[in-house]
């Protein structure tokens, strides 16, 4: 039986869209490409989800690889992604509503330590029974360890607990302690159907 929902926060409570940055400070197709590349889709960004580097260190890292043309573009991505880290149409509702039911409603995240300033204007942190970043404990989804590091900490049994995440690899992670789980495509209402 279902007691608890627990939910990713990128792209299933938050819309993470990169693009945002890119359209906003980047002039050419070229430019966005490097930046998307490099940036979003470098090493430094899983390492600021593991907690193993700060978010304002990411630019010193990531220029390195970028034409120094693109350094001004570049820094302003770095230093201002989160402009795009706005709720999902529906998010505020469905936790509103999980919480009426009488759910325990726990967020478990892979995110940098950037988090604690964009998440609190979605849903104040003690709305949720409990909030897990992986930056605070250098762990990420789908490695086993931190759905069990979670599980732990909150004394939660993984059978009673349902488990959205928008990434099959880390619904598969969740299965594998024995979280009950579901694939997040956009509709809450499906969610709903499953608890």
Known sequence: MIKNVVLDMGNVLLDFDPEVSLNLYCTS????????KELFGGPEWALGDKGEIKDRD???LVKV???????????KCADNWEICMNPLKGAREFCEYVKTC?????????????FYSYFPKFL???FFDG??????????????????AFLNKYDLK??????????????IGARKVGMCTFHFKGD????????
Do not use: Q, T, W
């Not at 909030?131 to 069990?148: A, H």
């Open 102 to 114: 009488g759910f325990g409603i726990y967020v478990l995240s892979n995110a940098s330590d950037l």
């Open 158 to 171: 993984a059978d009673e607990c349902m488990f959205i995440d928008d990434r099959e690899e880390n619904v």
């Open 131 to 148: 909030v897990f970043v992986s930056s605070d404990y250098l762990m990420l989804k789908p490695d086993e360890k931190i759905y069990r």
């Open 58 to 60: 990411r630019f010193d």
């Open 29 to 36: 197709e070229e430019e966005k490409e490097v930046i998307r």
């Open 188 to 195: 809450y209402e499906k969610i709903k159907e499953n608890i």
């Open 65 to 75: 690889r970028v034409p120094e043309k693109y350094h001004g573009a570049l820094k």
């Open 124 to 126: 104040p942190l003690d």
